[in-house]
């Protein structure tokens, strides 16, 4: 079972950038859908990013962070990027990595089926 890492987070003002990593000491990655999720305490968690690497790479993301936000993906160090620019107040939350055991990313936003979820990074933006 795969487990994940998180880690970049941190406090930044709005308008600032974080670049957030997601690593697996004990699994290859970039074989199957992986996405981003954030979650604040008290609301449920939001799907923000995911990416196929079967048959691509293909990103998509969600309408709150397109054109700010950045997935990449670096084999050699077997780990995840999200790229985050013109952060706002609204993108402070705990953000989460996960994987899904397959390579398809339907339905993604909801975070089903996906899996090793790490400890995730916290991000804060102040205004």
């Known amino acids: 079972q795969v487990r994940l890492v998180e880690s970049g987070g941190g406090s930044v003002q709005a308008g600032g950038s974080l670049k957030l990593s997601c690593t697996a000491p004990t699994y290859t990655l970039g074989r199957n859908c992986m996405g981003w999720f954030r979650q604040i305490p008290g609301k449920e968690r939001e799907g923000i990013a995911v990416?196929?690497?079967?048959?691509?790479?293909?990103?998509d993301y969600d309408d709150s962070v397109k054109g700010r936000f950045t997935l990449s993906f670096d084999n050699a160090k077997n780990t995840l990027y999200l790229q985050m620019d013109n952060l706002k107040p609204d993108d402070s939350a705990m953000y989460y990595c996960a994987a899904r055991p397959s390579v398809l990313c339907g339905a993604w936003r909801f975070g089903t089926d996906f899996d090793g979820w790490g400890q995730g990074t916290q991000v804060t933006v102040s205004s």
């Open positions: 990416i196929r690497f079967a048959g691509g790479p293909e990103t």
